[in-house]
């Protein structure tokens, strides 16, 4: 924590009483070590966690995803933030034990984020969003549903339609087109709840969605439905989402889910 903040805190605390004291240390550290996520579609040249580990976020090449990487620093950085996450380099894709931890630990990572940007490089800023790619990846829907404050950054990292509210989720327009993209509810997009409430629909809406690897399919759904599972790379997609739905209808008991 930076002297400053430190020195403010101490002058804070010496007037306070013992409980204001605590609840004054707990929230400035909470705000201190709030952070914001990253969604966005893969490209080329995405900088993994080798390649970012021990650099200079500002240092490194500007080329392909290391470019995209150090904007969405920048964006988090005005916004105050000091700490940002994302899947490109935050996570140790060779270590098959922190994959499997991530996959099942994504839904709350961005549900606790204080803000997750979202960066969509194929609509430009004078443009709607409703036909971004981003709408049709499978890993993208928990990153829509599971953030409470989200912010949509368009291919040169302007603020879509330019709207400066701190959370495009509160704007009336922005919702009307993301129900129209997504097909989902407002309700679920503003106040969503992981777990099997009619798992019909939430299938459905991953339906038209795909993903890189087939069985992420699967994966991406796991947090939505609130399903710990083994991660298993290199079945098919086939199995992964028999186990899926195999999981579902045992929680749930409904078997119209299969009809989805």
């Known amino acids: 924590m930076g002297s400053q903040q430190y020195n403010q805190l101490l002058s804070s605390c010496r007037t306070c009483t013992p409980d204001q004291r605590t609840t004054l240390i707990h929230t400035t550290i909470s705000r201190y ?3 914001v996520m990253f ?3 893969w490209g080329v040249n995405e900088p ?12 490194m090449s500007t080329e392909g995803g290391f470019g995209k990487l150090q904007a969405f620093c920048l964006r988090a950085c005005e916004q105050n933030y000091l700490w940002a996450w994302s899947d490109t380099c935050c996570i140790d894709k060779d270590s098959s034990a922190e994959l499997q931890e991530a996959i099942g630990s994504m839904f709350g990572w961005y549900r606790r984020s204080a803000l997750t940007i979202v960066h969509l490089s194929d609509v430009a800023s004078t443009s709607s969003f409703g036909s971004s790619e981003w709408f049709r990846r499978g890993w993208t829907l928990q990153e829509l549903l599971a953030p409470q404050t989200v912010q949509f950054y368009t291919q040169d990292w302007s603020l879509y339609k330019n709207l400066s509210c701190s959370n495009h989720k509160t704007d009336v327009s922005v919702m009307e087109e993301l129900e129209k993209a997504t097909g989902v ?11 099997m409430d009619d798992a019909r629909s939430r299938l459905q809406w991953a339906s038209l969605r795909c993903t890189t690897r087939p069985e992420d399919i699967a994966y991406s759904l796991f947090g939505i439905f609130g399903i710990h599972l083994p991660v298993l790379y290199g079945e098919s997609a086939e199995k992964a989402l028999a186990r899926l739905l195999v999981e579902i209808i045992s929680q749930s008991g409904d078997i119209s889910i299969l009809d989805w």
Do not use: K
């Open 48 to 59: 993994l966690l080798r390649d970012a580990e021990g650099y200079s976020i500002y240092g």
């Open 185 to 195: 509810e407002s309700r679920s997009l503003l106040d969503f709840s992981p777990g």
């Open 39 to 41: 969604s966005h579609r």
């Open 33 to 35: 070590f709030q952070f």
